[in-house]
């Protein structure tokens, strides 16, 4: 998993895309604006966040990839949202091409772009081609639409493989719902602790 200090969210609106970075400030403002402070979320460990999940694949999905920071958390959780054709069994996160160019959030296709150099206008309609799964105003089919854009071929392979990939923001407040099951499940825990040593 990559791990940066900050990520994008982007947004689509009647005027445009609208890109917001998402950094550890606007994370701590997220938290709090839940009503979470950010130490306590600092003190939630994988295993808290696998315990506050309401499904068991998840659950599972977390304790195997064990993430560590908030990012991390949100590559697992977009896990179980991201549908690619991998045979039954496999685990999209083993695959060789997924590892050489892991794309958990349509943003990481944006982001990846941009780390080889393509232009941020074309990494956008890039972005908006693997979400709609085709292309609107050129009538291209996608080879075609990918070789217009001289997409690297890695990214090419990880795209023609995707049937769904979420977009971070959903992931971000699903996560963010997480994190607040975790700690008031943390805060629950340590009470009946003071009780009992009472």
Not at 120 to 139: S, T, V
Request: aromatic share 12%.
């Amino acid at each position: 998993m990559r791990n940066r200090g900050y990520k994008y969210v982007i947004k689509k609106n009647s005027m445009g895309y609208m890109l917001l970075c998402i950094n550890a400030t606007w994370i701590n403002q997220m938290l709090r604006d839940r009503g979470i402070r950010p130490k306590d979320f600092r003190k939630l460990t994988w295993k808290d966040i696998a315990g506050a999940q309401t499904s068991e694949s998840r659950k599972r999905l977390f304790e195997e990839l064990k993430p560590a920071s908030f990012w991390q958390m949100c590559d697992t959780l977009a896990l179980s949202y991201a549908e690619y054709d991998v045979d039954p069994g496999e685990k999209l996160y083993q695959q060789d091409w997924f590892v050489r160019n892991p794309i958990y959030t349509l943003e990481d296709i944006y982001e990846i772009l941009l780390e080889k150099n393509v232009w941020q206008e074309d990494a956008l309609r890039i972005m908006e081609f693997a979400r709609r799964g085709k292309c609107c105003m050129l009538r291209l089919s996608q080879d075609e639409f990918l070789q217009l854009y001289d997409v690297p071929e890695g990214i090419q392979e990880v795209i023609k493989k995707s049937k769904y990939i979420p977009h971070r923001e959903k992931v971000i407040q699903v996560l963010l719902d997480i994190i607040e099951r975790a700690v008031y499940a943390s805060k629950r825990k340590e009470e009946l602790k003071n009780r009992e040593s009472i």
